[in-house]
């Protein structure tokens, strides 16, 4: 069973997801399903190593930001202002210009320590090439029938 003798329940960050996931995975064993690919998404997604992302956590609290924005806000690390705000927006925080522009300084500080994220792009297998689609117009049916009864 999920959360089975769970102590607390809170938000935490993709990093901190992938430090115990990774001190699990030394003494549980294998992993099933649900936990390997946690892993390995933690490991592909987290941008930021896990003393570096509480310490960001920690400063964006000190903000006043609530810990499930500010955790989201960690974990996706906006890259620009827009970003930012559909953050904002979706959990309803309404910041002042002067603290929006200390969580902007904020991310910029901790987006110089990010890991570098590449996507991951699986080859396709080799398909036959598709033929161009011709554009026909609205007579097209009608226009291949005059055809047909010419060639009979």
Same mark, same amino acid.
């Given at each position: 069973?999920?959360?089975?003798? %769970?102590?607390?329940?809170?938000?935490? +960050?993709?990093?901190? !997801?992938?430090?115990?996931?990774?001190?699990?995975?030394?003494? %549980?064993?294998?992993?099933?399903?649900?936990?390997?690919?946690?892993?390995?998404?933690?490991?592909?997604?987290?941008?930021?190593?896990?003393?570096?992302? #509480?310490?960001?956590?920690?400063?964006?609290?000190? +903000?006043?930001?609530?810990?499930?924005?500010? !955790?989201?806000?960690? /974990?996706?690390?906006?890259?620009? #202002?827009?970003?930012?705000?559909?953050?904002?927006? *979706? /959990? #309803?925080? /309404?910041?002042?210009?002067?603290?929006?522009?200390?969580?902007?300084? +904020?991310?910029?500080?901790?987006?110089?320590?990010? #890991?570098?994220?590449?996507? *991951?792009?699986?080859? +396709?297998?080799?398909?036959?090439?598709?033929?161009?689609?011709?554009?026909?117009?609205?007579?097209?049916?009608?226009?291949?029938?005059?055809? *047909?009864?010419?060639? /009979?």
């Amino acid at each position: 069973m999920i959360g089975k003798g %769970a102590n607390e329940i809170r938000p935490v +960050l993709l990093s901190e !997801v992938e430090k115990i996931l990774e001190k699990r995975q030394g003494t %549980a064993g294998e992993f099933g399903f649900e936990q390997q690919t946690s892993l390995e998404y933690a490991k592909r997604f987290s941008h930021l190593k896990y003393n570096d992302a #509480k310490e960001m956590l920690d400063e964006l609290e000190k +903000l006043e930001i609530k810990t499930e924005t500010a !955790v989201k806000i960690v /974990d996706l690390l906006p890259k620009n #202002k827009s970003q930012l705000m559909l953050i904002l927006v *979706k /959990d #309803k925080v /309404d910041l002042p210009e002067k603290k929006m522009e200390k969580v902007e300084a +904020l991310i910029a500080e901790y987006l110089k320590k990010a #890991k570098k994220f590449e996507p *991951k792009v699986e080859a +396709l297998p080799d398909a036959p090439a598709a033929a161009p689609i011709e554009a026909k117009s609205a007579d097209a049916p009608a226009e291949e029938a005059k055809e *047909k009864k010419k060639s /009979d």
